[in-house]
């Protein structure tokens, strides 16, 4: 059986107002029968004294005289009481003077003490009988308690009715309660449950009254307003931590990913020289798992040489100054490395420097290739000034040799030539053909000399300073160095104003005349026409020197520079040395030249040269009337 | 023809070229003396021996390419010793350097004269010689 606290409520209603109810009934009930039966009892005794003193009065005169039919109609006036069911009247021997017994029922002996007693189920009554206050006999009355049995029975019947009656409207109103009460209560309990189960706080429980269990439902749902609010809030705040997480992952991730794909190792240090992060790159770099990294004191990760060593950097950028530094240190996991660092100081919202970021680079592969760059320069500047000494030496060699060849050549020729003057006479056929062909070879090889001299001169020379000069006074002293062919040949030449041009004038008188008289050396049968024009593109003059001659095919425009190439054989004098110089003093003051031509089509050797510094305007204007007039 | 004979100082190391030059002076009717020296110390040794005393050269021919010290050395001892510092002087040189040229124009000489390459230009010098030394008188 379940303890009365489990039971439902209704239960508990019911059983509460049908044990009280009960309770008071039979309470009131039993007092009530005992109170009634006390005085049933006490009014019975003074009753029956009475009617014995009465019978007793009445029968003196019938005892007196023994007269026993009087005494025994005294007695029968009990009729009247039909719970006495026997009564006698003794004599003062002890002998029955009269008796009544309606119901066949001795009487008991008279006592001699006493007058009244309660025996079993019966009152016995003794009164004395006196004349003149003398005792003449005795009257004993039996009297049948059964009237009291009786009467609890009525009261027993009366109360169980009472009872049942009373219980059956405590049911009628435990079921009123019951509605009043307990469904409310189980409503709420209800409403309780399902918001338990499906955390649906948005419901509210109707309100029925205005007493205890209104404000309990009216607590009920402020409960549950609460409850809704606090819940809205928690969600909130729990979606708004989810986003919060998700944003630091993000930025996390994103910021891993960036450091991962960064080429540099990058870390963020406190005030206290420990590290906070590191990216990946550093722990790979360092050869450390992270989790002996983060946390750690920067010391320990690298080591106190390692430390020492960039300690410097440290402390400047600790007091909030930008940092960048290349420094050689030794690594405790990785030993010496060349390191190129950013640091760069972070500061807490109130300006104050609390630590750094740095950013890592290993320099080491980058540093030995630089000195090994270094030294390569040095080897290749050494080689190459070997080389350009070299150069100059062959250069200066040539020079000189062709230079000082010259001298004996000279006496060769000038002493053949003595010879066949003072001798030539007595020299018979062959010998003198001999030394026509001495003199001959000398002459062609003074002619090399000297071309080959003006060759190599053009470089040797280089210690004069260049000058401004004018290319159309160039221009003439070339012509007039070539008056003779260029009156033989019928030649025209004719130019553009020229520009100014820095070098040194023999050098351009050289190139002009060269290429002038290359244009009338290889003149086809017309009179040569050579017209020399001016261009500027991109910074720089482009001077065509164009003729009407014989062409080159284009297999030869690059062998033709080339010194002592020749196209033609002794038909055409020359060395094969002309464009060569050409294309020396061109590319010597940073030009280039070139030709474009065709066999039978003319040709047009085009140089370039640095545009000068000023234009030679006025120059190039006085000279326009005299190349008008050059023109032969 | 003329009376006069000239006297003249060849300092030149090629014995060849002092015979063309006799030779050249012979063409043109030349008469002179010829002091010839071969050797540059021994030329400045002798400029700075020289002594007003001593017989004046009317004109001095330098070769510049010189054994021991070169042609400059020996007209700046020239123009260093009194007795010679009038001395016209014609340089005579197969070179054709133009920083030669460039450093003879300082000296301020009376004639420069590349040696010719062939034998009639060698002996075109016997009449510009005498010019020179018409010039000088």
Same mark, same amino acid.
């Given at each position: 059986?379940?303890? !009365?606290?489990?039971?439902?409520?209704?239960?508990?209603?019911?059983?509460?107002?049908?044990?009280?109810?009960?309770? #008071?009934?039979?309470?009131?009930?039993?007092?009530?029968?005992?109170?009634?039966?006390?005085?049933?009892? *006490? *009014?019975?005794?003074?009753?029956?004294?009475?009617?014995?003193?009465?019978?007793?009065?009445?029968?003196?005169?019938?005892?007196?005289?023994?007269?026993?039919?009087?005494?025994?109609?005294?007695?029968?006036?009990?009729?009247?009481?039909?719970?006495?069911?026997?009564?006698?009247?003794?004599?003062?021997?002890?002998?029955?003077?009269?008796?009544?017994?309606?119901?066949?029922?001795?009487?008991?002996?008279?006592?001699?003490?006493?007058?009244?007693?309660?025996?079993?189920?019966?009152?016995? @009554?003794?009164?004395?009988? #006196?004349?003149?206050?003398?005792?003449?006999?005795?009257?004993?009355?039996?009297?049948?308690?059964?009237?009291?049995?009786?009467?609890?029975?009525?009261?027993?019947?009366?109360?169980?009715?009472?009872?049942?009656?009373?219980?059956?409207?405590?049911?009628?109103?435990?079921?009123?309660?019951?509605?009043?009460?307990?469904?409310?209560?189980?409503?709420?309990?209800?409403?309780? &449950?399902?918001?338990?189960? /499906?955390?649906?706080?948005?419901?509210?429980?109707?309100?029925?009254?205005?007493?205890?269990?209104?404000?309990?439902?009216?607590?009920?749902?402020?409960?549950?307003?609460?409850?809704?609010?606090?819940?809205?809030?928690?969600?909130?705040?729990?979606?708004?931590?989810?986003?919060?997480?998700?944003?630091?992952?993000?930025?996390?991730?994103?910021?891993?990913?960036?450091?991962?794909?960064?080429?540099?190792?990058?870390?963020?240090?406190?005030?206290?020289?420990?590290?906070?992060?590191?990216?990946?790159?550093?722990?790979?770099?360092?050869?450390?798992?992270?989790?002996?990294?983060?946390?750690?004191?920067?010391?320990?990760?690298?080591?106190?040489?390692?430390?020492?060593?960039?300690?410097? !950097?440290?402390?400047? %950028?600790?007091?909030?100054?930008?940092?960048?530094?290349?420094?050689?240190?030794?690594?405790? /996991?990785?030993?010496?490395?060349? %390191?190129?660092?950013?640091? @760069?100081? /972070?500061?807490?919202?109130?300006?104050?420097?609390?630590?750094?970021?740095?950013?890592?680079?290993?320099?080491?592969?980058?540093?030995?290739? $630089?000195?090994? @760059?270094?030294?390569?320069?040095?080897?290749?500047?050494?080689?190459?000034?070997?080389?350009?000494?070299?150069?100059?030496?062959?250069?200066?060699?040539?020079?000189?040799?062709?230079?000082?060849?010259?001298?004996?050549?000279?006496?060769?020729?000038?002493?053949?030539?003595?010879?066949?003057?003072?001798?030539?006479?007595?020299?018979?056929?062959?010998?003198?053909?001999?030394?026509?062909?001495?003199?001959?070879?000398?002459?062609?090889?003074?002619?090399?000399?000297?071309?080959?001299?003006? =060759?190599?001169?053009?470089?040797?020379?280089?210690?004069?300073?260049?000058? *401004?000069?004018?290319?159309?006074?160039?221009?003439?002293?070339?012509?007039?160095?070539?008056?003779?062919?260029? &009156?033989?040949?019928?030649?025209?030449?004719?130019?553009?104003?020229?520009?100014?041009?820095?070098?040194?004038?023999?050098? !351009?008188?050289?190139?002009?005349?060269?290429?002038?008289?290359?244009?009338?050396? =290889?003149?086809?049968?017309?009179?040569?026409?050579?017209?020399?024009?001016?261009?500027?593109?991109?910074?720089?003059?482009?001077?065509?020197?164009?003729?009407?001659?014989?062409?080159?095919?284009?297999?030869?425009?690059? $062998?033709?520079?080339?010194? !002592?190439?020749?196209?033609?054989?002794?038909?055409?004098?020359?060395?094969?040395?002309?464009?060569?110089?050409?294309?020396?003093?061109?590319?010597?003051?940073?030009?280039?030249?070139? @030709?474009?031509?065709?066999?039978?089509?003319?040709?047009?050797?085009?140089?370039?040269?640095?545009?000068?510094?000023?234009?030679?305007?006025?120059? #190039?204007? &006085?000279?326009?009337?005299?190349?008008?007039?050059?023109?032969? | 023809?003329?009376?006069?004979?000239?006297?003249?100082?060849?300092?030149?190391?090629?014995?060849?070229?002092?015979?063309?030059?006799?030779?050249?002076?012979?063409?043109?009717?030349?008469?002179?003396?010829?002091?010839?020296?071969? +050797?540059?110390? +021994?030329?400045? +040794?002798?400029?700075?021996?020289?002594?007003?005393?001593?017989?004046?050269?009317?004109?001095?021919?330098?070769?510049?390419?010189?054994?021991?010290?070169?042609?400059?050395?020996?007209?700046?001892?020239?123009?260093?010793?009194?007795?010679?510092?009038?001395?016209?002087?014609?340089?005579?040189?197969?070179?054709?350097?133009?920083?030669?040229?460039?450093?003879?124009?300082?000296?301020?000489?009376?004639?420069?004269?590349?040696?010719?390459?062939?034998?009639?230009?060698?002996?075109?010098?016997?009449?510009?010689?005498?010019?020179?030394?018409?010039?000088?008188?």
């Amino acid at each position: 059986m379940r303890p !009365f606290r489990d039971i439902p409520v209704e239960r508990k209603l019911l059983v509460t107002i049908l044990a009280t109810t009960a309770l #008071a009934l039979l309470l009131s009930g039993l007092s009530f029968l005992v109170l009634d039966t006390v005085f049933f009892r *006490q *009014q019975l005794r003074r009753d029956l004294s009475a009617q014995a003193r009465i019978i007793a009065e009445n029968s003196t005169a019938a005892v007196a005289f023994d007269d026993a039919k009087s005494a025994e109609e005294t007695l029968n006036s009990l009729r009247e009481r039909p719970h006495v069911t026997a009564a006698c009247i003794y004599r003062l021997d002890g002998s029955i003077l009269a008796s009544y017994s309606p119901a066949r029922q001795t009487c008991p002996p008279p006592r001699t003490s006493g007058n009244l007693i309660f025996l079993g189920g019966r009152m016995e @009554v003794f009164e004395t009988i #006196a004349l003149k206050d003398r005792p003449v006999g005795k009257l004993v009355l039996v009297y049948d308690l059964g009237e009291i049995s009786e009467r609890l029975r009525i009261y027993g019947v009366l109360i169980l009715a009472v009872l049942l009656i009373s219980g059956a409207i405590a049911m009628r109103f435990s079921v009123r309660l019951r509605e009043r009460i307990v469904a409310p209560i189980e409503e709420l309990a209800s409403y309780a &449950a399902h918001v338990a189960e /499906t955390r649906d706080y948005t419901i509210r429980v109707r309100e029925q009254s205005r007493d205890e269990l209104g404000v309990l439902v009216e607590s009920f749902n402020a409960m549950l307003f609460s409850i809704q609010s606090r819940d809205d809030d928690l969600r909130k705040a729990l979606a708004d931590r989810e986003q919060a997480l998700a944003q630091a992952k993000n930025a996390r991730e994103q910021l891993e990913m960036i450091t991962d794909t960064m080429a540099s190792a990058v870390t963020r240090c406190g005030r206290d020289h420990r590290l906070i992060w590191a990216s990946r790159q550093y722990s790979r770099w360092l050869n450390l798992p992270p989790d002996q990294i983060v946390g750690q004191p920067l010391a320990a990760v690298i080591g106190e040489d390692a430390f020492a060593a960039l300690r410097p !950097f440290i402390d400047r %950028v600790l007091t909030g100054e930008r940092v960048e530094y290349e420094v050689e240190a030794d690594f405790k /996991t990785i030993g010496r490395r060349w %390191v190129r660092g950013t640091y @760069v100081p /972070t500061r807490r919202e109130n300006g104050q420097v609390d630590g750094w970021v740095a950013e890592l680079s290993d320099i080491t592969a980058l540093k030995r290739a $630089q000195a090994d @760059v270094v030294r390569i320069n040095q080897q290749l500047q050494r080689s190459n000034s070997s080389l350009a000494r070299s150069n100059e030496d062959l250069e200066r060699f040539a020079y000189v040799a062709s230079h000082d060849l010259q001298e004996p050549l000279r006496m060769v020729t000038t002493y053949s030539q003595l010879l066949i003057r003072t001798y030539g006479g007595q020299l018979r056929g062959e010998a003198a053909a001999f030394v026509d062909t001495i003199v001959d070879g000398t002459r062609r090889m003074q002619t090399l000399l000297s071309d080959l001299l003006a =060759y190599t001169g053009i470089n040797a020379e280089s210690d004069q300073p260049a000058e *401004q000069v004018d290319l159309n006074a160039a221009l003439e002293t070339a012509k007039r160095n070539l008056n003779a062919a260029i &009156a033989e040949s019928g030649a025209q030449v004719t130019s553009d104003p020229l520009p100014c041009a820095r070098g040194h004038e023999g050098h !351009f008188v050289s190139l002009l005349q060269n290429l002038i008289g290359n244009a009338i050396k =290889y003149r086809s049968n017309d009179p040569p026409r050579i017209h020399i024009a001016v261009r500027r593109q991109g910074g720089e003059m482009r001077i065509e020197v164009s003729d009407n001659g014989i062409g080159i095919a284009p297999e030869y425009h690059r $062998q033709i520079f080339v010194p !002592f190439k020749r196209l033609h054989g002794r038909r055409i004098p020359g060395s094969g040395i002309g464009l060569a110089i050409c294309q020396r003093v061109v590319e010597r003051y940073g030009g280039r030249i070139w @030709v474009e031509s065709q066999v039978g089509a003319g040709s047009k050797f085009i140089f370039t040269l640095p545009e000068a510094a000023p234009p030679a305007r006025e120059v #190039a204007a &006085a000279r326009e009337g005299s190349n008008e007039r050059a023109a032969l | 023809m003329s009376a006069q004979r000239y006297k003249i100082l060849v300092v030149e190391d090629n014995p060849s070229d002092v015979e063309l030059l006799r030779m050249a002076f012979k063409q043109a009717d030349l008469e002179c003396d010829l002091t010839v020296i071969g +050797d540059g110390g +021994d030329a400045l +040794d002798f400029v700075r021996r020289q002594s007003p005393a001593d017989a004046r050269p009317d004109l001095a021919i330098l070769d510049l390419n010189l054994p021991r010290r070169d042609g400059v050395e020996v007209l700046d001892g020239m123009r260093a010793n009194p007795a010679l510092s009038a001395v016209p002087v014609a340089v005579l040189s197969s070179s054709s350097l133009p920083r030669e040229r460039a450093r003879l124009e300082t000296l301020h000489i009376r004639r420069y004269i590349q040696k010719p390459s062939d034998l009639d230009g060698f002996l075109k010098i016997g009449g510009e010689v005498k010019e020179l030394l018409r010039e000088a008188k």
